[in-house]
């Protein structure tokens, strides 16, 4: 499965916003500028995040993104289905029916047992993003940082965050 390069940046864009101090805000530019991405194309991503409730938008010239809910209640399958949507990755388009000497449709009767078995390992991989909070991506971060990509996150922040009223 394939998952497209929006997902990553969601994920890193509403996990660097977890750090904002009470009333801060990051732009779209500022967001993008960290991670060496498209500003544009970034942008489509945090309108669905805002779209889907994740993040609250900020509007005028000191405006910008923050999280609409804390990280302990945001989880990857929150992001990753705004950005790819709700359909499932895999989408059975019933090909078994096509070709040369077709069976009768009584063989079709129960579901093809290749989108079946996709759809079962879809639920599991849904259920283990459905398990992990952007808090809990905080977390393990901070198991394995010894300090130097915390302090990289803080100056950034330092320099960009708007302040603005809640």
């Not at 969601?10 to 101090?21: D, E, F, K, N, T």
């Not at 405006?63 to 990753?80: C, E, F, N, Q, S």
């Not at 398990?131 to 991506?137: G, Y």
């Amino acid at each position: 499965m394939k998952l497209g390069e929006g997902v990553e940046q969601a994920i890193h864009g509403v996990a660097m916003l977890s750090g904002l101090s009470e009333g801060g805000v990051l732009s779209a530019a500022a967001i993008a500028e960290f991670h060496g991405v498209s500003t544009s194309y970034l942008l489509k991503h945090l309108q669905s995040l805002s779209g889907a409730g994740i993040l609250d938008t900020v509007p005028g010239p000191k405006g910008g993104y923050r999280l609409a809910r804390p990280a302990d209640k945001i989880t990857l399958l929150d992001i990753v289905l705004a950005v790819e949507g709700p359909a499932p990755a895999f989408r059975c388009n019933e090909i078994r029916q096509r070709g040369p000497n077709p069976v009768p449709d009584r063989y079709f009767s129960r579901p093809c047992n290749i989108s079946a078995t996709m759809l079962r390992a879809e639920r599991v991989y849904r259920a283990e993003l459905a398990k992990t909070t952007i808090a809990d991506l905080g977390e393990q971060l901070a198991e394995i940082d010894d300090g130097p990509i915390a302090a990289r996150g803080c100056a950034f922040l330092e320099i960009h965050e708007r302040k603005t009223a809640r």
